[in-house]
C-alpha cells in the first residue's frame, strides 16, 4: 500500500490519465445501466404492482397481453375467488381537454375492489364511469388530479380523480377504469364481456382449450422489444466492462514495462516479488476505485438534471455490482503484467540491462 | 565463522565456441569486521564476481556459504530473504526508488522488514552522510554526490551484515570519496561487518584490509 500511494502521488499525471479513463468508462456504464433498467422498468412497472404469480391469456395470443381476448364462457369458470383478477388492456392515445396534445397511453380496465386495483398516492378510487385514475408519470403532459381528458378522440371527457405511481406498461403511462369502459374503447359496447387476461396471485393452475397460463416473467419477456432491448443493453454493459479489462491490462503493462530496472533494484536490495506485486494491485484497486467512486457521484448528479421524460432510473445495487465487477475486470487486467514481474531479473539491477 | 566463503566458485557464459569462462575456479573468504577492496580492469569479471558474491546470481560451480549456511540448497525466495536481512547493496546505477524521498526510502525498509528490529537510527545516517537538508527530496533532485551518499545510506539502514559496494565513490569529489570510504571502514571495523567494494581509485586503497586484484575472470590476492 504503501509503496503503491507513494508511486501513485508521485507520478499524478500519469495516474490521472488511468483514473480519468476508468471515470469515463464507468460513468458510460452506469448511465447505460440506468437507461436499461429504466426502460425496462416503463414496460413492466405496472405487471409489477399486480405482484402476482401468473396470468392468463388466449392461446393465440403468442404470449403477448396486447393481442390477448378472452370471451366470457371461457373465463368465468376461473374468475373466482379474490386471488384472481380479470383485466383489460387497450392501448389508446389521450388528450387533455383544451390541448392539441396526443399522449400515447394504455387503459387498463380493473374492479376497483380487485388485487390489481392500482394503489393510490392521491385522490380516491373512482365511484363513477367517467372517472378515471392516472399514473403520476402523465403529470409531464400537465394531466394531474381533477383533468378532463380525452381518449381516442372521444366525445365524453374523463376526470381523473386518483394519482396512482409506477403503472407504466409496454413504454407507456397506464390509465385506469373500470372493466365497462375498457370494454366500450376496446370493443364499442360494454355488454361484450371480454377480458384480456385473468390474473393469479397464487399458483393456481389452469387447464383449459383455448387459453394458455405464463408466468409473470414469462409476461414480460414477452412484451414486444422487451427482451431484444435487455439484451442489446447488456451486451454494450457487458462489452464496457471487458474493454476495462483492456484498458487497465493495457496501461499497467505499459508502466510496469517503464518500471522494470527500478523492480530489479528492489529485487536485489530483497524485496520480493509478492510485495511488487502486491504494490500494482493495490494501485490498480485505488485508481479503480477512486475512477468508479467520481463515476458514481456524477451518476448520482445527472439523475437531477435529466429531464423528467428521459427513462433514467438509478439502481444502486445495480451500480455497486457493476462496479465490482470493473474492479475484478481492472485486477485481471493488472494480471497480464504479473508475469513479466515474475520474471524480473535482480542482476538488471546492477548490469543496466 | 567467515561471513561468506566461497569454495571453488566460477561462472561461465555461453557454451562451446560462445563460452566464456567469467569468473575461474575461485576461493574467497570475507570476515566480520573485514574492508575488502577489488580492483581490476574494466570486464575483468569484478562485477561478476560481485554479484555472485551478492546472491544476484548463481554461479555455475562451487557454493558459497552465508554465515555458514550454503546457500545453493535455498529457494529464491530465501535468498531474496537473505539478501533483505544481511546484505547492503550500493549500486554503480542507483539503487533508490525514484518516487520516494530519501526518508521514505528508509520507511520502505520498516515496512517490508518481517521481523521487527532496531533500524539504525536515520537520523543519524542523514547527519553522518550529510544529507539531513534533502531528507525529504526525491533522488530525482538530489546532486550524483547527493544521491551517492543517499543510496549509501539506504544500504547501511537495514544494518546489514555484509555491504558490498560496486565503485561507491565514482561521482565523488575527492574529499568526499575520502569521507565515504572512511564511513565504510568505520562501519567494517566498529560493528564488525564485512565490507567489500570495487573501485578504480587506488588512493582508497590505504584504509582497507585487503585488497584482491581481478584480470580476466582471476581473483589475486595483493594486501
Redesign the interface.
Known sequence: MFLAIKEILHNKMRYLLVVFTIFLISYMVFFLTSLAVGLARENRTAVDQWDAKTVVISGYANKSLVASTIPQNSYQDYDKGKDVAKLGQVSVVSQLKDSKKKINTNVFGVDWKSFISPKLIDGRLPEKNHEVVVDDALKNDSIKLNSQIKINGSSKYYKVVGITKNNSFFATPVIFTNMDVFRTMKYGSSRTKNISTLVFKNNKKVNATGLEQISIKDLINHIPGYTAQVLVFSFMIAAMVIITFLIIGIFMYIITIQKISLYGVMRAQGIRTARIIESLFYQILILTGIGAGLALLLIGVTQFFLPKTVPFYSDWLAYIVLTLAIMVMALLGGSLSMRRVLKIDPLSAIEGE | MPLIEMINVNRQYGSGRTLVEALHPTNFVLNKGEFVAIIGPSGSGK?TF??IL?L??SPTQGKIFVNGKDTSKMNS?QR??????K?G?I??????????SVN?QF??VD??SRSKRRSRNSAELLRLLDLQNVANN?PSNLSGGERQRAAIA?ALYNNPEIILA?EPTASLDSKRAQQVVSLLAQVAHESQRGVIMITHDTRLLAMTDHVYEMQDGFLRQQK
Open positions: 562485477t560481485l554479484t551478492g544476484l546470481q525466495g531474496t530473504d537473505l539478501r533483505f536481512n546484505f547493496f549500486l554503480q546505477a542507483s539503487n533508490l526508488i525514484p518516487f520516494l521514505d520507511k520502505v515496512k517490508f526525491y539506504r560496486d
